[in-house]
């Protein structure tokens, strides 16, 4: 069920309270994150990762651009075009790594695992076509945010699987931030960017406990 932020971070703005949200509840802190990152993960389990992402974010039209047709918050179709841009480098690059990793790991509850990953992305496509302006800019840049984390298992893969790591075509941090704060620039759009941005981080980290669940029945922990 999606739920409204228990803080609307009036004593920040918008990017603070999406940064916070980061903190609290992004992918940086998950442990199968930093398991995949560190110390030599299975192979099987950056496997598993990379596929689970594709099902995610790698078909196009993602959820930038379902924001960007949407066209909520008219003020922001500029700046979601230009992600846009630098999301279509970043399927190529999944696209180049799926190859790479060979086929999903045999795992049970395989059927179970589609079925999930499913109903993630129709979440996120949700929260990108919704109406109320900034809960889609917010959900954007909480993907922008969290993608840092991603890149970090993404770029491990290519290494372990002899793929070049691809420069991000993304804007930078700063410019996102300067983006975030100037479409939160009323309460109602700081609250309606937080709950896009709560709502995405909560998809992300139901993404990694899936995979370290996973990988825990694989005997991959």
Do not use: K
């Not at 596929?51 to 918050?73: K, S």
């Not at 899936?210 to 694989?218: F, N």
Request: hydrophobic residues 45%; contains cysteine; negative net charge.
């Amino acid at each position: 069920m999606i739920s409204q932020p228990a803080s609307n971070g009036a004593q920040g703005g918008a990017w603070d309270l999406l940064v916070r949200l980061a903190a609290a509840d992004g992918s940086a802190s998950h442990p199968h994150l930093q398991r995949l990152t560190q110390g030599g993960p299975a192979q099987r389990n950056l496997s598993d990762a990379v596929h689970a992402i594709c099902a995610v974010h790698g078909d196009h039209p993602g959820m930038v651009e379902e924001a960007q047709n949407r066209d909520a918050q008219p003020e922001a179709h500029h700046w979601l075009v230009a992600v846009s841009q630098g999301f279509a480098v970043e399927r190529s690059y999944l696209a180049q790594l799926l190859a790479a990793v060979g086929p999903l790991p045999s795992t049970p509850g395989q059927s179970e695992t589609a079925s999930a990953l499913i109903a993630e992305r129709h979440t996120l496509e949700m929260l990108a076509r919704s109406d109320r302006a900034g809960c889609a800019t917010g959900a954007v840049g909480a993907l922008l945010q969290d993608w840092t984390q991603i890149r970090r298992v993404l770029d491990t893969a290519a290494m372990r699987f002899g793929v070049d790591v691809w420069r991000s075509a993304l804007p930078p941090e700063t410019e996102i931030a300067e983006a975030i704060a100037a479409f939160g620039d009323t309460p109602a759009r700081e609250r309606a960017i937080a709950f896009g941005a709560q709502q995405l981080f909560a998809q992300h980290r139901g993404l990694w406990s899936l995979l370290e669940a996973r990988a825990s029945a694989r005997g991959d922990l």
